[in-house]
């Protein structure tokens, strides 16, 4: 702290000497009375000579019994290793105890430098140069290009390069929105740490009614790869589409807009029920693929394939390798490499085969044997 109070005392006595300059000298009484300064310049430099922080301000007033400045339009800069990486602008603030602590208020933003830029904004933060620590206790925030991460409050721990957001942290990104219990982010690696659970609900559903829900045990990921892991239990219900899933661990690609899982799942889409051995929901095409071991079951009728897609826009599936379907009306077995089908107005598949060689196979039901007519007398 030694170093943050003589640059401010050195930068405190240069600015007095300006203000003093433009001003009529003051009796006793007004010794008291705060400085009005045309420029403040606060810096800190490493026992190496390193430039840690730097501090300005067009305009500021200090108050030299509170060892208090009040500064307008501030901006600043934080090193690592001599070079710089966070940037930060606040309409106010305020300077306490010769740079110990430093309050931004109003319209305040931080910005992380690297690859991929980082904005945090508040409408209030307190700076610690010393622990190298920021603390946002009003609407924290911080974007990406595609994720926004939202808090009641935050802490910036600048050395463990870790943001901690609390108070129902929620990840957005497009019309998805996350809400969790706890989440601590790095920018420089994008790692993203969580406590769960996970509820994720789509933001302006246009259809009515319930929103479609998304719920998991946990989350991790990380916001460079743009890769998201859900813990297990996954379960997904909308009320709109009579639509439900429940899966094991699932990952969400955010790049490209898909969730997969490769261990078994159920689920069901009005009287259609599915489960198999993992699955692929690719949201920009509006289709999900039973990747293997695919299995359809509704009322009187039971399908299985080696893979199944489904399109919940065009409400289309097709089966694919070694399909067999069942019917239980008369026992009809058929069997074909292909077979596609479509949702009929009573919410039950209807199966077809365009083009494709089927083989079908059913039983009648025996006939009875006629009785002998009766020969009269």
């Known amino acids: 702290m030694r170093a943050i109070r003589t640059a401010l005392l050195i930068c405190s006595a240069a600015l007095v000497l300006v203000a003093c300059s433009n001003r009529k000298t003051e009796d006793d009484s007004q010794a008291s ?31 030299l019994s509170r060892r208090l400045a009040l500064a307008q339009n501030l901006s600043g800069e934080i090193y690592t290793n001599g070079s710089l990486l966070y940037r930060l602008r606040s309409s106010h603030g305020t300077v306490l105890n010769d740079g110990e602590v430093l309050q931004l208020e109003g319209q305040v933003t931080v910005e992380r430098l690297g690859a991929d830029l ?33 808090a009641k409050r935050a802490t910036l721990l600048m050395d463990r390069d870790l943001l901690e957001l609390r108070g129902h942290p929620r990840i957005q990104r497009g019309g998805l929105r996350l809400v969790l219990r706890r989440l601590d982010w790095s920018p420089g690696s994008g790692q993203l740490q969580t406590q769960g ?39 997904f219900r909308s009320p709109a589409q009579r639509a439900w899933l429940v899966a094991g661990p699932s990952l969400f ?56 897609t489904w399109n919940w826009l065009s409400k289309r599936a097709t089966a694919i390798g070694t399909v067999t379907l069942r019917r239980a009306s008369l026992q009809q077995v058929t069997r074909a490499q292909q077979l596609q089908a479509r949702l009929g107005d009573g919410g039950l598949l209807i199966f077809s085969s365009p083009g494709s060689t089927v083989q079908s196979t059913l039983r009648l039901p025996a006939s009875r044997p006629r009785p002998k007519p009766a020969i009269g007398l």
């Not at 045309?38 to 810096?43: E, S, Y």
């Not at 904004?121 to 622990?131: F, N, Q």
């Not at 999900?288 to 009322?299: D, F, K």
């Open 197 to 235: 659970p996970v509820v994720a609900t789509a933001v302006n559903q246009p259809n009515a009614g319930e929103p479609s829900r998304l719920e998991a045990a946990g989350l991790q990921g990380n916001t460079i790869t743009r890769l998201l892991e859900l813990q297990g239990p996954v379960r």
């Open 253 to 308: 690609n955010v790049a490209a807009n898909t969730l997969q899982s490769s261990v078994p799942f159920r689920g069901g889409y009005g009287s259609v029920k599915a489960q198999g051995g993992g699955f692929e929901a690719d949201f920009n095409s509006n289709r999900v693929s039973v990747l293997q071991g695919c299995q359809l079951q509704q009322p009187g009728t039971n399908l299985t394939a080696t893979s199944c």
């Open 33 to 63: 009375t705060p400085f009005v300064f045309q420029a403040l310049n606060l810096q800190q430099q490493s026992a190496q000579g390193k430039l840690l922080w730097r501090v300005r301000s067009p305009e500021a007033r200090y108050d």
């Open 118 to 150: 980082v904005t945090i904004r508040a409408s209030r933060m307190r700076w610690y140069p010393r622990l190298q620590r920021l603390e946002l206790d009003r609407r924290a925030q911080a974007a990406t290009k595609e994720l926004s991460l939202t």
